[in-house]
């Protein structure tokens, strides 16, 4: 449903008007959202904010404008300023239009009495559950200003993680790009040549190079309907996220796959160290740091584990043998939490274990990409050789004919 924005005039209990905007699906909504704040609703309209200005800038936020926001916020929040007047600081110093809204609307949410983890809940698309979760656990426990600098290093982090993939995954793709059209034309132009060849003989062609020439045929007439698999699967695969069966069993399939699979699993136990030890380690209750850090997870399956951790440890059980039955998490987790536990460093414990599980998910991943592209090569040399071989026994197979 689309978010729509408000002006709205209420008065408190003594009488004092009050003016301003919230966003909100409906109107109904409005209304609740000001009697929660103990205000008499008095006109309530539909603001020239609309929901596309909105979405354009959530659209437009890249994860590194995210990243220089948070650590302006984090300098100023470390200061002791308040958020509303770090986020006016923040809006003047920022050059980009599309920034400088989001802020805008932060603090004007800020203003109308909102926590910003509640302002930050609206702009799903630009800040992530992990980010909102941690500012929220930030506010109720009043240690925001310690939560905020770990935060901006584990973006700096992942963001940095992901360039490196990136340029790793450059050469591979054009190298697949390349591979894939130049098979193309091949099959389009060249393959077809020998029909001709056929014809002109009178002979008849083998199998092989019938059922060749027929997919050539295919390719050159409807070729183009494969420029639609690519969307058709990445829709389907974010149709599964609304399906959560569908989504449990997509995910265990996931952390089934051979090499990937570790990979995957090691990033999610990665970021569950991470976040698990920064909110213990700034006197975050365990309960509830489970519950902040079990947000923050993608695969559903180690979600749900991570809920029967919590379930584990609510009755008395130890956070590490919690852990170690759930059977999900990599076997080094679990027994360096008992031992962190044993000796109350559970905290720094965890935050060892994250950058041990990121470099190895960095290390796996540059082994997984070298070996990509062998495996392009050798794929397109065999797909190449073996039109050749089809088109070139068929040749010969004329000439025994002629014979």
Same mark, same amino acid.
């Given at each position: 449903?689309?978010?729509?924005?408000?002006?709205?005039?209420?008065?408190?209990?003594?009488?004092?008007?009050?003016?301003?905007?919230?966003?909100?699906?409906? #109107?109904?909504?409005?209304?609740?959202?000001?009697?929660?704040?103990?205000?008499?609703?008095?006109?309530? #309209?539909?603001?020239?904010?609309?929901?596309?200005?909105?979405?354009?800038?959530?659209?437009?936020?890249?994860?590194?404008?995210?990243?220089?926001?948070?650590?302006?916020?984090?300098?100023?929040?470390?200061?002791?300023?308040?958020?509303?007047?770090?986020?006016?600081?923040? #809006?003047?110093?920022?050059?980009?239009?599309?920034?400088?809204?989001?802020?805008?609307?932060?603090?004007?949410?800020?203003?109308?009495?909102?926590?910003?983890?509640?302002?930050?809940?609206?702009?799903?698309?630009?800040?992530?559950?992990?980010?909102?979760?941690?500012?929220?656990?930030?506010?109720?426990?009043?240690?925001?200003?310690?939560?905020?600098?770990?935060?901006?290093?584990?973006?700096?982090?992942?963001? *940095?993680? =992901?360039?490196?993939?990136?340029?790793?995954?450059?050469?591979?793709?054009?190298?697949?790009?390349?591979?894939?059209?130049?098979?193309?034309?091949?099959?389009?132009?060249?393959?077809?040549?020998?029909?001709?060849?056929?014809?002109?003989?009178?002979?008849?062609?083998?199998?092989?190079?019938?059922?060749?020439?027929?997919?050539?045929?295919?390719?050159?007439?409807?070729?183009?309907?494969?420029?639609?698999?690519?969307?058709?699967?990445?829709?389907?695969?974010?149709?599964?996220?609304?399906?959560?069966?569908?989504?449990?069993? =997509?995910?265990?399939?996931?952390?089934?796959?051979?090499?990937?699979?570790?990979?995957?699993? *090691?990033?999610?136990?990665?970021?569950?160290?991470?976040?698990?030890?920064?909110?213990?380690?700034?006197?975050?209750?365990?309960?509830?740091?489970?519950?902040?850090?079990?947000?923050?997870?993608?695969?559903?399956?180690?979600?749900?584990?991570?809920?029967?951790?919590? *379930?584990? @440890?609510?009755?008395?059980?130890?956070?590490?043998?919690?852990?170690?039955?759930?059977?999900?998490?990599?076997?080094?987790?679990?027994?360096?939490?008992? @031992?962190?536990?044993?000796?109350?460093?559970?905290?720094?414990?965890?935050?060892?274990?994250? #950058?041990?599980?990121?470099?190895?998910?960095?290390?796996?991943?540059? =082994?997984?990409?070298?070996?990509? *592209?062998?495996?392009?090569?050798?794929?397109?040399?065999?797909?190449?050789?073996?039109?050749?071989?089809?088109?070139?026994?068929?040749?010969?197979?004329?000439?025994?004919?002629?014979?």
């Amino acid at each position: 449903m689309a978010t729509n924005q408000f002006n709205y005039q209420a008065c408190d209990v003594q009488g004092k008007l009050h003016k301003g905007q919230l966003n909100a699906e409906s #109107e109904q909504e409005v209304v609740s959202l000001l009697q929660a704040r103990q205000l008499i609703p008095i006109q309530i #309209e539909l603001g020239t904010g609309s929901t596309n200005s909105l979405s354009f800038n959530k659209k437009t936020v890249s994860t590194q404008e995210v990243i220089e926001f948070t650590n302006g916020l984090c300098t100023l929040i470390e200061s002791h300023i308040p958020i509303d007047r770090a986020l006016g600081l923040l #809006e003047n110093l920022t050059e980009k239009p599309t920034m400088q809204t989001l802020i805008t609307d932060l603090r004007r949410e800020i203003k109308d009495g909102r926590s910003l983890a509640d302002a930050l809940q609206n702009r799903p698309e630009v800040f992530s559950k992990m980010y909102i979760n941690i500012v929220h656990a930030g506010e109720e426990g009043g240690i925001l200003e310690k939560l905020l600098p770990r935060m901006a290093k584990f973006l700096e982090e992942a963001e *940095e993680s =992901r360039r490196i993939l990136i340029s790793a995954m450059i050469y591979p793709l054009i190298l697949l790009v390349v591979g894939i059209l130049s098979v193309m034309a091949l099959m389009i132009f060249v393959v077809p040549q020998f029909a001709t060849l056929f014809e002109d003989m009178g002979s008849s062609m083998p199998e092989s190079a019938a059922l060749l020439l027929g997919l050539s045929a295919w390719l050159k007439h409807y070729g183009w309907t494969l420029l639609f698999v690519p969307p058709i699967l990445w829709f389907s695969w974010k149709y599964l996220d609304t399906k959560p069966n569908l989504r449990l069993q =997509r995910d265990q399939f996931l952390l089934q796959l051979p090499l990937f699979g570790g990979i995957l699993r *090691e990033s999610e136990s990665s970021r569950f160290c991470r976040t698990l030890g920064a909110l213990l380690g700034s006197g975050i209750p365990l309960l509830k740091a489970l519950h902040i850090a079990r947000g923050v997870m993608e695969n559903q399956v180690l979600a749900d584990s991570l809920e029967q951790v919590e *379930e584990s @440890v609510r009755r008395g059980i130890s956070l590490g043998k919690a852990l170690l039955n759930t059977n999900q998490f990599p076997v080094l987790l679990p027994q360096l939490v008992i @031992v962190g536990e044993e000796s109350g460093k559970t905290a720094s414990i965890l935050d060892k274990l994250a #950058e041990s599980f990121d470099s190895n998910v960095r290390r796996q991943t540059s =082994r997984l990409v070298s070996l990509v *592209e062998p495996l392009l090569i050798v794929s397109l040399g065999i797909i190449v050789g073996s039109v050749v071989i089809i088109m070139l026994s068929a040749i010969f197979s004329l000439n025994d004919v002629k014979l």
